[in-house]
């Protein structure tokens, strides 16, 4: 439990996936506040799971459908509202590549 | 007194009293238009619902049409829902009155509300201590009288431990007994809306309206409705408690008030034992579901925009500025534990262990009617007391099993502490039996009845 689970350049690799742009004061913070509570977290290591299945959810259900049934569902407008930034019926974002 | 005045003077005494920082935003023209309609068609004879009247606050992460909407982020600012909960749809048709949303910690996530982007909110019994969290500002509402009853949600103790701060009753009920839609997700393996009353019965009552199958929630589904129609009636033996011997190691005080406020009921010594890495376990699962659900919010459908230089900076940018620091830790955990290379060694091995806990409690209920537990290991802490993210974390540890295992649970008030401060009990019920819980013997321990 006492090895090293990430390093610092993790922090920034991770922050990247995640697309969260961290300062420098945060990765910092992020990296001794994430070493610490994977450390915590790692304890699990010492529990014998062999044979056990995962509980990735704890109904016993599977694969929920509705009817495949058009229903009247929201007006672009009413969805457009939200939007940042719009053009015509579209959500606008800045460019791609 | 009309409908109108009533409401009326609700919020009038919200707007005056709420020193506590419970709502961010009260619905006044919502709530009197509907008290207005209220009077007209009780006027024309009209038949009203259950609820009729009936003031509710909801916590800031369920959606009312037309009405603002942060989850106590400033991700969300300048949001409007489109839409309303099926909690929300459910209580307006059954004629409450929707009065205003409460304020939390950040996408829930927290056990203080102090990781509201709004400033924390007070406990009503020491304004220097906090309401518990994440859904402080409901618990605070319903503790200070500024409302009978408000909605939270519970992922991993976020209703029954600021119930418990606050000396209110706070239901988490069985996972997928209350639709979730219009609830921003969380942990989607974890997260379920409840209730906060002073009043048993209209914490029933309004538990009666929300509950059942949602086809816009595929994991809502039917709970045991029979003890409905059976009368209370007090017998002999029952029910038998089990007490979790791993469950005290909690303050002094705590454990002396537990212990009185058991006086009397039967009492058997039970274990269980992988709940020692239930912390563990909740701190790999629910940031993991998080990092995922979180992803949404990229300031492109909704919410706030910081412009980079392309989408991808956009993104990044909109999200380091727009969350707060605790958010930012729990992707930042989440997608550690998802990543490639570590996803067997956490993510996997977490989802195993919370295996065994859901079997330590199937185990335990055969024995038992109801397992019970403080809610928390201590009473209110102060605002600012506990700032290293871990030792906060520690704070669910006796509310986070019942979650992992899908369980019914309430947190009643027990006693208080000789500076005053409120303890609660926990009480956990099988899975699918919130009714017989509610309507019946959570009487056996309020002794209201």
Redesign the interface.
């Known amino acids: 439990m006492d090895k090293k689970v990430i390093d610092k350049k993790d922090v920034e690799y991770l922050g990247n996936l995640a697309r969260i742009s961290l300062s420098e004061d945060e990765k910092e913070k992020l990296y001794a506040d994430l070493e610490k509570i994977l450390g915590y977290v790692s304890q699990l290591e010492k529990v014998d799971t062999e044979n056990v299945e995962p509980t990735y959810h704890v109904l016993p259900v599977k694969n929920v459908f509705r009817k495949d049934k058009v229903k009247e569902s929201f007006s672009k407008e009413e969805i457009l509202k939200n939007a940042t930034e719009r053009k015509g019926d579209f959500f606008k974002v800045p460019k791609i590549i | 007194m009309s409908y109108f005045d009533e409401i009326k003077n609700y919020l009038e005494r919200i707007k005056k009293q709420d020193k506590y920082n419970a709502f961010l935003e009260i619905f006044e023209q919502r709530a009197l238009n509907k008290a207005e309609e209220l009077d007209e068609r009780k006027k024309r004879g009209e038949k009203l619902g259950n609820l009729a009247g009936i003031p509710v606050a909801v916590k800031d992460n369920i959606l009312v049409k037309g009405e603002k909407f942060t989850c106590g982020s400033k991700i969300l600012e300048?949001?409007?829902a489109?839409?309303s909960a099926t909690v929300v749809e459910k209580l307006e048709a059954a004629d409450a009155v929707i009065i205003g949303r409460t304020n939390m910690d950040e996408f829930a996530m927290g056990s203080s509300t102090e990781n509201s982007a709004y400033g924390p909110t007070k406990n009503p019994h020491d304004l220097k201590r906090v309401a518990g969290g994440s859904s402080g500002g409901s618990a605070a509402a319903v503790a200070g009288d500024l409302v009978p009853v408000a909605l939270g949600s519970d992922t991993g103790g976020s209703i029954r431990q600021p119930a418990a701060f606050c000396g209110v009753l706070g239901f988490k009920p069985t996972?997928?007994a209350v639709s979730r839609y219009g609830l921003v997700a969380f942990a989607?393996?974890l997260d379920q809306i409840g209730v906060f009353a002073k009043d048993p019965d209209l914490l029933e009552s309004v538990f009666d309206v929300i509950y059942g199958v949602d086809?816009k929630d595929?994991?809502s589904?039917k709970i045991d409705t029979s003890p409905k129609n059976v009368a209370f009636q007090r017998i002999e033996g029952y029910p038998k408690i089990g007490v979790p011997k791993e469950f005290l190691n909690c303050s002094q005080e705590v454990r002396e008030i537990f212990e009185k406020a058991l006086k009397g009921f039967n009492i058997v010594e039970i274990s269980l034992p992988?709940t020692e890495?239930a912390?563990?376990?909740y701190?790999?699962v629910a940031p993991s579901e998080a990092?995922s659900n979180l992803?949404r919010f990229?300031?492109?459908?909704?919410?706030?925009?910081i412009?980079?230089?392309?989408?991808?900076?956009?993104?990044?940018?909109t999200?380091?500025?727009g969350?707060g620091?605790e958010v930012?830790?729990r992707?930042?955990?989440g997608?550690?534990s998802l990543?490639s290379g570590y996803y067997d060694?956490?993510y996997?091995?977490?989802?195993?262990?919370?295996?065994?806990i859901?079997e330590d409690f199937r185990d335990a209920f055969k024995k038992v009617d109801y397992i019970v537990t403080p809610t928390t290991p201590t009473p209110a802490f102060k605002i600012g007391e506990i700032t290293d993210?871990?030792s906060l974390?520690l704070q669910d540890v006796y509310t986070i099993p019942a979650s992992?295992?899908?369980l019914p649970a309430i947190s009643i008030p027990a006693g208080k502490t000789k500076d005053g401060l409120p303890v609660g009990l926990q009480i956990i019920g099988k899975?699918n039996s919130d009714f017989m819980l509610l309507f019946h013997d959570i009487f056996y321990f309020t002794g209201e009845k």
């Open positions: 300048g949001f409007v489109p839409y996972y997928g989607s393996s086809e595929e994991t589904h992988h890495y912390v563990a376990v701190y790999i990092s992803a990229d300031g492109v459908r909704y919410g706030r925009r412009e980079g230089d392309d989408l991808i900076s956009t993104y990044s940018k999200r380091g500025h969350f620091e930012k830790r992707i930042m955990i997608t550690f990543s060694a956490y996997l091995k977490a989802q195993k262990v919370r295996t065994l859901a993210p871990l974390y992992l295992a899908g899975r």
